[in-house]
């Protein structure tokens, strides 16, 4: 039998080395793998001559000290997941490659019990690590966006256990993220809202669809604050539950402006019907945005650089400009009107500094209808500075749109106008 051959056409990527660590054979699979021939690493030293490490010294090399332990301990060594770049060949361009492999050394011993070669495995692990990698930083960046969202979002998982709290919650309630998920939601919710929360909830479980209800939380001042909850569950191609994501909105200051409107005298009795469908127009505005809230509920927008080019925006603000080409563009440039307004100046602040900037109620000027003359609108909005390694490089920017508001509450204080 010809074991040479054999050995050649094994699937697995194997070398064999000498105690030296010179190479003396190498599977095809190997050879594939390692972007070399025969004749290329055949008699060569492993790490110095064949595949030197192009950042880390050769005594601090970690395959090196793998097989220095495996000539120790005559025992077979096994490396976590590492990343071991490749050297491409100059007809593919020359450079590294990025890999990731599973390594296992294992000594071949002699009569005498002496080590007479050591066999490495490598199997190439690097498409699951890149994809490992890519689902973490889309992770992050969920994690990143829902932090910045003005609502309370929560996630729990198909039965109902919560997996997930924004950052919101954590000032608002001044309780840190981790006790609020040990002790669950029921611990800030008003007594007398717990029965017919938990009512609820049981229901839209059962039935597999959204759950809504208006209830009370207490902040961290003690103080219990009317909030609109949601819950929407995330189903797979089957239809089968996988998780459920909810958001949790202020209305306190909402409720009790119509409270006291409803109380309020006689003189203002007429408008009372006038208030409540104003309520119940703005709360299903409302409950539209929430229905919307996870596929990014309120404008927001990436800057980049210190000219604060456009390099991402949602459709919320791309609706403040229709048909205008912002991407890649400085904000300036794109949208002079803003320019002229002074915002460049508190986004120069912003980069420059790496505070955040947070208003309300602030007017900008703004297209009418994205095209006609300018028009007076108000917005609450922040500017968050993006940070890589410590330095500024960029401005996430949200914001939503208050103008109905603003202008209700004129009204309210001259209410003999319409």
Known sequence: MDYSRLFNTLTDSIVVISPEYTILAATDAFLKNSMRTREQIIGKQFL???????????????????????????????????????????????????????????????????????VQKANDVTEREVARKAMNASEEKFRFMADELPQLVFTTDKDGNLTYFNKRWEG??????????Q??????????????????????SKAGTDMQIE??????????????????????????????????????????????LLESNEQMAQLSDQVQQAYEKAESERKMLEMLMM?????????????????LLNDKYQQLYPGRQLVGLPLGEALPEIKQQGFIELLDNVYNTGEIFVAEGVPILLPKNGKGPLEERFFNFSYQPIFEAGNVTGILAFGYDITNEVLYKRKLETPGQE
Request: hydrophobic letters at 35%.
């Open 48 to 118: 110095l001559e064949a595949f030197p490490e192009k950042e880390i010294p050769y005594e601090e090399n970690p395959v090196k000290k793998s097989l220095d332990q495996v000539l120790k301990t005559k025992a077979t060594a096994r490396l976590e997941v590492m990343r071991y770049d490749v050297e491409r060949p100059e007809s593919e361009g020359g450079g590294y490659e990025e890999r990731y492999w599973e390594v296992s050394q294992m000594p071949v011993l002699d009569s005498e019990g002496n080590v007479e070669y050591i």
């Open 183 to 204: 002790n669950g939601w029921q611990a800030i919710i008003h007594p007398d809202d717990l029965e017919q929360t938990g009512a609820k909830w049981e229901a839209a």
């Open 215 to 260: 209830l009370r939380k207490r902040d961290k001042d003690g103080t219990f604050r009317w909030h609109l909850c949601r819950s929407i569950p995330m189903k797979d191609t089957n239809g089968a539950i996988t998780m459920w994501v909810g958001s949790s909105t202020d209305i306190h200051d909402t409720r009790k402006l119509v409270q006291e």
């Open 295 to 311: 596929e990014a509920p309120a404008m927001f927008v990436i800057l980049e650089g210190p000219e604060h080019r456009f390099k």
């Open 172 to 181: 608002y309630t001044g309780i840190a993220v981790d006790e609020l998920m």
